[in-house]
Structures are given as C-alpha cells and as structure tokens.
T-cell receptor
Framework: EAGVVQSPRYKIIEKKQPVAFWCNPI?????LYWYLQNLGQGPELLIR????????DSQLPKDRFSAERLKGVDSTLKIQPAELGDSAVYLC?????????????FGEGSRLTVL | SQKIEQNSEALNIQEGKTATLTCNYT??????LQWYRQDPGRGPVFLLL?????KEKRKERLKVTFDTTLKQSLFHITASQPADSATYLC??????????FGAGTQVVVTP
C-alpha cells in the first residue's frame, strides 16, 4: 500500500513568488494534516481536515496561506506571496481519525527555500 | 500556554546500552501520548502510543512510561544499535486527537 505522497520534494523560489504543495493521503484516511517544520524544531500544525472540512485552521496564516481538500481526498497548500521566513519543510500527514488509534502517517515533506 | 519539553542536547550512547529520553509537558492534560522517530530529510514515523490509564507500553526493544501526576513520559531504547540513531519526537494528544509535538531529542549510537 502506498504511503502519503507529497510533491514537490524541493522548491526554491524568490520572495513574493507563489508556491503550491500537493499531498495525496493514504487511501481511506479521512483526516489530513498540514504541518510546518523548522530546522531543529518539531512539526507545527497548520491545518487539519476531516474529509473536505477544515476543522482546525487556527494556526494557518490566512493572509498568505490557503489550503483546500476538494472531494476529501488529496490536498493543496498554497503560499502567496512567499516571504523569507516561510523557508521550512512542509509535511503532510493522514490518519484514520476516530476509526484508528490516533497515529499519524507522514509524507517525506516538501522543502521550501525562499531567496 | 501549553509547553512540551524534550532534552535539547543530543544523547550520545554506546551500542548495547539503554537510551532514556524524557518528555515533560505543562498546562496540558493529554488523553494519550505518542512517540515518533524522524531521520534526516524524512517525515516522522509513528513508534508507540500510550494512553493516560496505562503506566507502561512495550514494543520490541522500546519501552514507554506515562506518569500523568508528574506530567512526564520516558522513552527507553534497550540494547541500542547504530540504526537507532535518529531524532525522537514526543507528541501529547488530546481527546479530540490533536497532537502537539516537542522539538525532539537526537540520539547518536556509536559502535
């Protein structure tokens, strides 16, 4: 069974440019998460989806970040415009939610560098 | 505000010894606590989950304890191997399934 798939793995852009990350969760996982991870830190939640509904987006900087999960399967996270401080790894994770034990399955991440 | 503390310094340990990692939390009453392993350039991988009514959980060479009075979890790797070298993240989880990750502790096992 395929794991959580993310793309691109690496992205280098200049500040003020837009960028988008894509995530395909494990089949059957209704809960999807986007995390941000800075070097030497743990992942920080940006947004959590239950199916197509965003149930926790309190930490998402809505002035420049947006996310969508159409049809409750794959998801896209967008930053527009990007700032230097957005350089980080963006991790996507999925879980069975209440139907599972609670553990998250992570993708390999998308490393963003903003110049 | 909620705070999670893990040993910030890397833990250097000789092969065959037991590594013990600490996770302390404040202003938080998690329903359970998860531990993940993260290798450089990779996403975290789930290892173990322990519930608030469980004192101890084991999986192969891994052991986790959870003391809700002390607000602390200990993570042990027995008979450590160089392949155990990685960063280990603790993640207290509330009853709604919301996790908050610690910064992680790097473990280096030398032959």
């Amino acid at each position: 069974e395929a794991g959580v798939v993310q793309s691109p793995r690496y992205k280098i852009i200049e500040k003020k440019q837009p960028v988008a990350f894509w995530c395909n969760p494990i089949s059957g996982h209704n809960t999807l998460y986007w995390y941000l991870q800075n070097l030497g830190q743990g992942p920080e939640l940006l947004i959590r989806y239950e199916n197509e509904e965003a149930v926790d987006d309190s930490q998402l900087p809505k002035d420049r970040f947006s996310a969508e999960r159409l049809k409750g399967v794959d998801s896209t996270l967008k930053i527009q415009p990007a700032e230097l401080g957005d350089s980080a790894v963006y991790l996507c994770a999925s879980s069975l939610g209440n139907r599972g034990l609670g553990e998250l399955f992570f993708g390999e991440g998308s490393r963003l560098t903003v110049l | 505000s909620q705070k999670i503390e893990q040993n910030s310094e890397a833990l250097n340990i000789q092969e065959g010894k037991t590594a013990t990692l600490t996770c302390n939390y404040t202003n938080y009453s998690p329903a359970y606590l998860q531990w993940y392993r993260q290798d450089p350039g990779r996403g975290p991988v789930f290892l173990l989950l322990i519930r608030e009514n469980e004192k101890e959980k084991r999986k192969e060479r891994l052991k986790v304890t959870f003391d809700t009075t002390l607000k602390q979890s200990l993570f042990h790797i027995t008979a450590s191997q160089p392949a155990d070298s990685a960063t280990y993240l603790c993640a207290p989880t509330d009853s709604w399934g919301k996790l908050q990750f610690g910064a992680g502790t790097q473990v280096v096992v030398t032959p």
